[in-house]
C-alpha cells in the first residue's frame, strides 16, 4: 500500500469503473503522526489536483489552511461591517435620544454635544465588532455542527490532541476510491480509511 | 488576512481542477515531492533554543513535553480527579463566604443601604472603592491575552485562560456593587436606554451612563473572547471523556470543532482582531471609570492624571492578583508546573513592577500638581490624606504600592515563590486602600466645612466585600475543577516551536520542491497550480 502508484496503474483506474458503493463514500481519510507530514500530504495532494480537501489538526499549523488552497477569508469584512453598524447605530441613538425624542436645552449648549457622546459611541463599535467577529467565525465554519462525517473515522478523536489527518471528498472530481487511497498511503500515512456520510 | 505573497489557488477552489484524474505524470511528480518533503523535516532538537551567539533563555515550556503530554496533563486536572484535599478545603471556605454575600445582599435589599456606613458627606464608601477595586483586577486578564497577542509574546500561552477566567469573575464581581449600591436596586435597569412609558433617555453625557455602557461591553467582549480560545479545548475534553456523559456535556460546549484547517484559519483571525478589539477597550474601560471621579469638579478628583494613572493601577493589581492565584495553584498542582514556568512568572513580577512604577509616578505627579497649581482645596485634600484621620490607610498604600515592590528589582524576589507571593498580596491590599483613600478622604473633607464627616465600614460593608472575595474564590475553583485552565491548543503550539522545526512559509516550500523536481514534472510552477 505504501508504494506509488505507477503511471499506468494511475490511469487505469477512472471513475467510470468506479465501485458501486461510491455513492455511500464520504470520502477517504489519512492520519500522520506529525504536522510536517500532513502539511507535506497536503502540498502533494493538492498538487495532485485534488480540491475537496480538508486537514485537521490539534492546532492551527502554520500554512496548513493555505497548502489546501484556502486564499484569505471573510471575517475582517465581517468585523469591520459590524464595527461601521455598531458605532453609526450608537451614534445615532444618542443623537436620536438628545435631539429628537428629548430635547433638553442646558444653557444654551448644543443639543448633538458629539464630545460626550464618543465614549458610548466606542463602546458600541467594539461590542458590536466583537459580535460580528465571534458569531462571524462561528457562522463561516458551520458551527454548532454536532454531526460531521469524518468523526466516524477511526481514531479520529486524536484530531483534538496528538495526531494529525487529511481528508479527501469523494465528491471531487479528481476522486477514485483506489487511486486517491493509495495516493494517500504512499504520502507515508500511518493509516487510510473509508469514512461512510 | 490576505497573504502576502501569491498562493496557489489564485486559480481555483476546485472548477478547474475537473479533470476526472490527475494525469499519471503529475501524480508521480507529486509523490515524489511529497516524499523529498518528508525528508526535509530537519532533526528535532531538544535544546532550549534562543537566538544565536546568546546563552540560551529559560524555556516556557519544560522539555519532555508533547503533543499527547499536553493533552493528558491539562485535560488530567478535571478528568483525574487528583485536586489536592487543601483546594477543597479552600473551596468550602469560599463558598461559605459566598453565602455570607448572599445573606448581606439580603438584608441589605430588605434594610436599605443605611446598613453600610454610606451617608452624607461620604455616600461612595465601599461601594465605589471594591466596584473599582474588582474592575481593576479584571483587566489583567485581557491585558495578558488580548494585548500580549497583538505584540507577539508567546509567554502568554500558558497563563492566558487562567487569566481571562479571572477577569470574568472579578468583572462580575464589580457589575454586582453599583446595582446594589442604589437605594432602590430593583429599578437599576432605568439606566439602560429602552423604549419606556416614561418617555425618558439616560443621560448620556455623564461618565456614570458610559461607565454602563463600559463595563458591560468589557464583560461581554471577554466572555466572547475567552469562549472562542477555550472551544478547541473543550473538542480535547469532549474526546478525552471517561464517560459519555461528560463527552456530551464537553460536546456541546465544544460546538462540534474537528480542528479542521479551513476553521482553525478564520479562527485565527477572528481570534486576533477579538484581540485587537479588546486592546482599545481594556484601556477605555478603567479611563471611563476614572472619568466617574474626574468629571466631577471635587478636590483630589478633578486631575488629568487619573484616566492613565487608573489604567496603569489596574494592570497593576491585576498582574498581581494574577499571581496571588497562581502561585499557589502551582504549587498545588503538579500537572500545572511544565507549563507555568519560573520564566512567566518573572515576566508577570516584572510588569508589576513596571506598572508600579507608573502607579508611583500618578502619585507624585497627583501632590506635584495640588501644590503647583496653587488651589488651596487641593493642596489641602494631599496634606489632609497623608496627615488626616485617614493617614494610616495612606501610608498603607504608599508602603504597599510604592516602596514594596523595588525588592522585585532582585532576581530573588522574582524567583523566590513564597516571598513574590506576599508582594503579590500586599499589592492587592495596596490596591484596595489606594481606592479607598481616593474616594472618602476626598468626600469627608468637601469645601464646605460645615459638611464635614467621617466614615468607616460597617459589618455588613465588611461582609459585602468578603463575600465577593468568596465569590470570586468559588468561581475560580469551579474554574480549576471542569474547564481545561491552561490553553491546550496553543501550547501545543509551543510543544512544536519548541521541537525546533519551524514550517517554511508555503511559497518557499513550493518553490524548494519544483527546484528539486525540475525534470519529474513536464509542468510549470504555475501550470501545474491550476
Redesign the interface.
Known sequence: MTT??S??Q??A???LHAPPLHAALWGVVAEFD????V??????????????L????????????????????R??LI?LLG?LVGGAAGYF??WY??VV??PLNVGGRPHN?WP??I??T???T??V???A??L???W??G??????P??HAEA???????RFFLSVEAA???F?RD?TRA?LA???ARSVQEVQP | MSMPYPTPTGASSGDEATEALAPAERLEAAVALAQRQSRLAPPVSSEATGPPGQPPEAPLILPGQTFASVSESVSGIVYDRKLPRVLYLFAALTFSLTMVLLGAIGWLFAKGVGIWGVGMPVAWGFAITNFVWWIGIGHAGTLISAVLLVTRQPWRNSINRFAEAMTLFAVANAGLFPIIHLGRPWMAYYILPYPNSMGLWPQFRSPLTWDVFAVSTYALVSLLFWYLGVVPDFATMRDRAPTRRQARLYGVFALGWRGSARHWHRYRTAYLLLAGLATPLVVSVHSIVALDFTVAIEPGWHSTIFPPYFVAGAIFSGFAMVLTLLIPVRALVPSVRPFVTQRHIDFMAKTILATGLLVTYGYVSEAFMAWYGGDPAEWFVIKNRAFGPYAPMYWTLIFCNTVVIHTLWFRWSRRTLWFLWIVTVLVNVGMWTERYVIVVTTLHRDFLPSSWGMFSGTFWDWAVFAGTLGLFGTLMFLFVRFVPMLSMSENRGLVAEASGRPVPPQQARLEAAQERAPTASPYTHEETLS
Not at chain 1, 502539511?39 to 480540491?51: E, K, V
Not at chain 1, 480538508?54 to 477569508?73: F, I, T
Not at chain 1, 479520529?156 to 496528538?162: K, L, N, P
Open positions: 506509488p502508484l503511471p499506468a494511475a490511469s483506474t477512472s471513475p506529525t504536522p510536517e507530514a502539511l507535506a500530504a497536503a502540498d502533494a495532494t493538492f498538487l495532485a489536483g485534488y480540491r475537496a480538508d486537514a485537521y489538526s490539534p492546532y492551527p499549523v502554520e500554512g496548513l489552511a493555505e497548502a489546501l488552497g484556502v486564499r484569505g477569508n471575517i475582517p468585523t464595527g441613538m444618542l435620544a438628545t425624542s428629548y454635544s460626550a457622546f465614549p458610548i466606542f463602546e458600541t467594539i461590542l465588532a466583537a459580535f467577529a465571534f462571524g467565525v462561528l463561516m465554519n458551527l454548532p455542527q454536532p454531526y460531521h469524518v468523526f479520529f478523536r486524536r484530531a483534538s490532541q496528538d471531487d472530481p479528481a477514485d487511486a495516493f504512499s504520502l507515508g
